[in-house]
């Protein structure tokens, strides 16, 4: 358990730059599931201009963090160190860059965001980089979208398999998301999970040694850790809300009442799915992402992956 507390503290970022974006509205566990619900409504400025380029840019900005080891970010920063200047850490961030797809219709965006929410937000730091281990840049990930771990209340460890869709329809990407995800869920590690928790037993990075050495003995199956580790979902649900707006009336402190029915109609929908798909008993993070247009965001993402 002292090994463990240090994964309390690699995550990367903080809840003040997820709100320098987001409104957080509707936060709920859902009846009869233990799915963590929110809203996460993409803010306006003061000139009632939505946040969207910026949001693509902060993401471009997390790209390093998301794609590259730790262990190879703290020696690229040490020999920056020695040496001077930034040319180790500049070298990673083309690396990364090139790890992307160069597609109009990627998905890698929306992994993208699940990770910075889950660090950001919930301070649930990834354990697997799974960028690195595409064999062919022109394919998406295979299995989850992502892999994070955060530490349980009785000592023991809960892995995160992540799954995220950014589509223009907010019933399809409920279907979807919930759909592709479910299976690693009730998986008991020789089926559909099998490969990734392979790849984390095999790549896991938590950017110290001793650390990643603990955690890796709860992806074994003959460690007597492995008793102690909880399979838990994080999906993120992104999708075009032709209202989009600002939620709140004039006083700031009401939603207004259309957004409420939405939040609240939103929450229903996903409860629904939940049950019919019998994963109702693991805890789930859900983040569900009303916005001005999918397509602008993965646009504007994509055009700073290509430098145009």
């Known amino acids: 358990m002292t090994q463990l507390i240090a ?26 599931t233990r799915v963590n619900y929110r809203v996460h409504w993409l803010a306006l400025d003061a000139n ?62 929306g992994e993208l965001l699940l990770y910075f929410l889950l660090e950001a937000e919930l301070n649930i730091p990834q354990i697997l980089c799974k960028m690195p281990l595409k064999t062919n840049t022109a394919m998406p990930i295979h299995g989850v979208d992502g892999v994070h771990a955060a530490i349980r209340e009785d000592g023991g460890l809960a892995v995160y398999w992540g799954e995220s869709k950014l589509y ?34 095999e790549n896991l990075d938590a950017g110290d040694r001793d650390l990643s050495l603990k955690l890796v003995q709860y992806f074994t199956d003959d460690a007597p850790e492995r008793l102690g580790l909880e399979v838990r979902g994080a999906c993120l649900v992104g999708f075009t809300h032709d209202a989009h707006g600002d939620p709140f009336r004039e006083d700031k402190a009401t939603i207004v009442e259309a957004v409420q029915e939405r939040i609240d109609a939103w929450s229903k929908s996903v409860g629904t799915r939940v049950q019919n798909r019998a994963i109702h008993g693991f805890e789930i993070e859900f983040f569900c992402m009303p916005l001005p247009s999918v397509q602008e965001l993965r646009t504007a993402f994509n055009d700073l992956l290509s430098h145009r």
């Open 168 to 201: 223009g329809d907010v019933q399809s990407a409920m279907t979807d998301c919930l759909e592709s995800i479910a299976p690693f869920l009730v998986d008991d590690g020789a089926g559909t999970a099998h490969r990734d928790l392979v790849l984390v037993r």
């Open 7 to 32: 994964l309390d503290d690699i995550a990367a970022g903080t809840s003040e730059q997820t709100r320098s974006f987001f409104h957080v509205l509707g936060e709920r566990t859902i009846p009869d």
């Open 48 to 109: 009632g201009r939505h946040r969207t380029t910026a949001l693509a840019r902060h993401l471009y900005y997390r790209i390093v963090d998301y794609c590259i080891p730790r262990s190879r970010i703290q020696e690229a920063r040490a020999r920056d160190a020695r040496e001077g200047g930034n040319v180790q850490m500049m070298t990673l961030q083309e690396e990364a860059r090139r790890m992307f797809m160069d597609s109009e219709t990627s998905g890698e965006g």
